[in-house]
T-cell receptor
């Protein structure tokens, strides 16, 4: 079972920031938070990951609360091409016996013109 | 750097047949994972290979098997196909090293239809 909870769907206006929340209240100390997105019928695309500090890359920012029980993915200026299902995933370090991505149902983000 | 490639992209088979799917990881990546995606069950982990050894396995029947070659390319085989095996099969590659984060990069998938 997925260890995260996300809203089923969200809307965002083009050009605005999209803030996608994720709850992971049972996260362990060595588990990372990963975000992927999937545009219809394509393979999931890696976006960003973090452990406890906020992270930013060319695609998005990841804000993790101090207690690490929740996080928010921020797309600063959403475009129509950002319409996709966004998955928040919690996973341990690489190489371990639990080395897999457990996908939940994700959040369908619809960016409207 | 070239991304993950999967062949074939589309496949139609009939019940009872077997099928082999292929995945070429990103150069330098030693871990290859396979996932099945269906509308009802979503994305589910099948297995992961690292340095030619199966390191992790999901909850799928033995009809689903895989292997990895010395160049890290991987194949997945499904025998005695059932209608319920119709799905998008995705492969993901990563460095697979222990002790830290490990981003997985996905291929475009193989769409399998079982008639």
């Amino acid at each position: 079972d997925a260890k995260t909870t996300q809203p089923t769907s969200m809307d965002c206006a083009e050009g605005r920031a999209a803030n996608l929340p994720c709850n992971h209240s049972t996260i362990s100390g060595n588990e990372y938070v990963y975000w992927y997105r999937q545009i219809h019928s394509q393979g999931p695309q890696y976006i960003i990951h973090g452990l406890k500090n906020n992270e930013t890359n060319e695609m998005a920012s990841l804000i993790i609360t101090e207690d690490r029980k929740s996080s928010t993915l921020i797309l600063p200026h959403a475009t129509l091409r950002d319409t996709a299902v966004y998955y928040c995933i919690v996973r341990g370090t690489g190489g371990g016996s639990n080395y897999k991505l457990t996908f939940g149902k994700g959040t369908l983000l619809t960016v409207n013109p | 750097k070239a991304g993950v490639t999967q062949t074939p992209r589309y496949l139609i088979k009939t019940r009872g047949q077997q099928v082999t799917l292929s995945c070429s990881p990103i150069s330098g990546h030693r871990s290859v994972s396979w996932y099945q995606q269906t509308p009802g069950q979503g994305l589910q982990f099948l297995f992961e290979y690292f340095s030619e050894t199966q390191r992790n396995k999901g909850n799928f029947p033995g009809r689903f098997s895989g292997r990895q070659f010395s160049n890290s390319r991987s194949e997945m085989n499904v025998s005695t196909l059932e209608l319920g095996d119709s799905a998008l099969y995705l492969c993901a590659s990563s460095m697979g090293l222990a002790g830290g984060p490990d981003e997985q990069f996905f291929g475009p998938g193989t769409r399998l239809t079982v008639l």
